[in-house]
C-alpha cells in the first residue's frame, strides 16, 4: 500500500469487486444483491456530499475502502457519523483497515463531527478487534434484527468519541473545505504511518473527486 486519497468515479468496478463478495457470501453485509460499478460510483458521489470516501492503492490496484455516512436523516443526529470499512480478500490481516479508519478519523475530526458508529453483524472477532483497537466502545445489541444466509443475526454497535461535546455545536466542514485544510494530506498520510508505511511516497491528487 502506497496512498490513501479520496475515491473517484473510475474506482466504481474496483469497489464493487471488493464489496461483492462480503454480499454475496457473508452477513457481514445485510445487502442481498451485489451492487454493481455503476451503482458504487453513485454511492461514491453521494457520499463525498457529506464525508469522506476513500480508498488505500498500491500502484493502481484498490485494496479497500472506508467511508461514513450519515447516522440518521433527521437534522439533530447532523453531528455523529456511521464509518464502514471492506478490503479486498487477498489484502486482510495486513493492516490496510486500521490505515483506512486511521486516515478517516482524522479527517471526521478535522470536519467537526462529534461521534462515529460502526454496527458489527455477530459474531464477526476480526472487525470487533479492530474497532475496539482504534478506540470504539461497545454500546448495545440489536438482537436478531436480521435474516440472511438462513439464519437471524445480531448487530452490535461501537461508538468512539471524535471530540468533547461541550456547548452548541458549530457546522461541520464540507468535503470541499475538508479538502482545502492544510491538515488535509497530514490526516491522509496518518494511515500510512499506522500501517508502518513509509510516508516519503505522495500521497495522489484526488484526481477531480468532489
Same mark, same amino acid.
Given at each position: $500500500?502506497?496512498?490513501?486519497? &479520496?475515491?473517484?468515479?473510475?474506482?466504481?468496478?474496483? %469497489?464493487? #469487486?471488493?464489496?461483492?463478495?462480503?454480499?454475496?457470501?457473508? #452477513?457481514?453485509?445485510?445487502?442481498?444483491? +451485489? +451492487? *454493481?460499478?455503476?451503482? $458504487?460510483?453513485?454511492?461514491?458521489?453521494?457520499? &463525498?456530499?457529506?464525508?469522506?470516501?476513500?480508498?488505500?492503492?498500491? =500502484?493502481?490496484? /484498490?485494496?479497500?475502502?472506508?467511508?461514513?455516512?450519515?447516522?440518521?436523516?433527521?437534522?439533530?443526529?447532523?453531528?455523529?457519523? *456511521?464509518?464502514?470499512?471492506?478490503?479486498?480478500?487477498?489484502?486482510?490481516? =495486513? =493492516?490496510?483497515?486500521?490505515?483506512?479508519?486511521?486516515?478517516?478519523?482524522? %479527517?471526521?475530526?478535522?470536519?467537526?463531527?462529534?461521534?462515529?458508529? #460502526?454496527?458489527?453483524?455477530?459474531?464477526?472477532?476480526?472487525?470487533? =478487534?479492530?474497532?475496539?483497537?482504534?478506540?470504539?466502545?461497545?454500546?448495545?445489541?440489536? !438482537?436478531?434484527?436480521?435474516?440472511?444466509?438462513?439464519?437471524?443475526?445480531?448487530?452490535?454497535?461501537?461508538?468512539?468519541?471524535?471530540?468533547?461535546?461541550?456547548?452548541?455545536?458549530?457546522?461541520? %466542514?464540507? /468535503?470541499?473545505?475538508?479538502?482545502?485544510?492544510?491538515?488535509?494530506?497530514?490526516? &491522509?498520510?496518518?494511515? %500510512?504511518?499506522?500501517?508502518?508505511?513509509? !510516508?516519503?511516497?505522495?500521497?495522489?491528487?484526488?484526481?477531480?473527486?468532489?
Amino acid at each position: $500500500m502506497d496512498r490513501i486519497r &479520496l475515491a473517484v468515479p473510475s474506482d466504481g468496478a474496483e %469497489l464493487a #469487486a471488493i464489496y461483492r463478495p462480503v454480499v454475496a457470501s457473508t #452477513a457481514i453485509s445485510f445487502e442481498t444483491e +451485489p +451492487p *454493481d460499478g455503476r451503482e $458504487m460510483v453513485r454511492r461514491v458521489e453521494a457520499a &463525498l456530499a457529506f464525508a469522506p470516501w476513500l480508498v488505500a492503492c498500491s =500502484g493502481p490496484e /484498490v485494496l479497500g475502502y472506508a467511508y461514513a455516512a450519515r447516522h440518521r436523516d433527521r437534522a439533530a443526529y447532523r453531528w455523529c457519523v *456511521d464509518v464502514s470499512v471492506y478490503v479486498g480478500e487477498g489484502q486482510r490481516r =495486513g =493492516g490496510v483497515g486500521r490505515a483506512l479508519y486511521t486516515s478517516l478519523l482524522a %479527517l471526521l475530526r478535522l470536519q467537526g463531527f462529534f461521534a462515529a458508529h #460502526a454496527g458489527i453483524t455477530l459474531p464477526n472477532a476480526p472487525s470487533v =478487534g479492530l474497532h475496539e483497537a482504534l478506540g470504539f466502545r461497545p454500546i448495545g445489541v440489536y !438482537p436478531a434484527v436480521g435474516w440472511k444466509l438462513g439464519a437471524w443475526r445480531d448487530v452490535g454497535w461501537w461508538q468512539l468519541e471524535l471530540r468533547e461535546r461541550r456547548g452548541p455545536p458549530a457546522p461541520t %466542514l464540507s /468535503v470541499e473545505d475538508l479538502r482545502r485544510s492544510p491538515a488535509f494530506e497530514g490526516a &491522509l498520510l496518518a494511515g %500510512l504511518a499506522a500501517r508502518g508505511a513509509s !510516508p516519503a511516497g505522495q500521497v495522489a491528487a484526488p484526481r477531480g473527486a468532489r
